[in-house]
Nanobody
Framework: VQLQASGGGLVQAGGSLRLSCAASGITFTNYHMGWFRQAPGKEREFVGVILWRAESTTYADSVKGRFTISRDNAKNTVYLQMNSLKPEDSAVYYC??????????????????WGQGTQVTVSS
C-alpha cells in the first residue's frame, strides 16, 4: 500500500499550488481521503476531507474558500488545489485514507494510511 504525495514547492504569497496524492494497493473508493498539515513546532492539523464517492467535502476554517479537494476515482488520486496562499499555510502536507469520515469530533479520526508528506513553503 502506498500513498504518494507530490506537488509541493516554494510559492509567493497569493500564489497557487496543486498537490496530488496517488494511491496504490488499496480499493480507493472504500476510503474517504483527506489532507493534513504540520508546521514546525506545531501539531498536525486537519485541512480537508472528501467522501469516498466525492459527494461532499469539508474544510478547516483556516482554508475554507481558498482550498479545494477533489478526487479522481478512476486514477486513484486525490488533489488539493490551494489558492491565495499565505505564509501561515507553510507546512508539510500529508494525505490520508480513512474508512471513517467523522467520529469523536474529528474528521478522518484514525487514518489507515498516510502519504509521505510534501513540503509547501509560502514566502511573504
Amino acid at each position: 500500500v502506498q500513498l504518494q504525495a507530490s506537488g509541493g514547492g516554494l510559492v509567493q504569497a497569493g500564489g497557487s499550488l496543486r498537490l496530488s496524492c496517488a494511491a496504490s494497493g488499496i480499493t480507493f473508493t472504500n476510503y474517504h481521503m483527506g489532507w493534513f498539515r504540520q508546521a514546525p513546532g506545531k501539531e498536525r492539523e486537519f485541512v480537508g476531507v472528501i467522501l469516498w464517492r466525492a459527494e461532499s467535502t469539508t474544510y478547516a476554517d483556516s482554508v475554507k474558500g481558498r482550498f479545494t479537494i477533489s478526487r479522481d476515482n478512476a486514477k486513484n488520486t486525490v488533489y488539493l488545489q490551494m489558492n491565495s496562499l499565505k505564509p501561515e499555510d507553510s507546512a508539510v502536507y500529508y494525505c490520508a485514507a480513512d474508512r471513517t469520515y467523522y467520529s469523536g469530533g474529528r474528521y478522518l479520526p484514525t487514518p489507515d494510511y498516510w502519504g509521505q508528506g510534501t513540503q509547501v513553503t509560502v514566502s511573504s
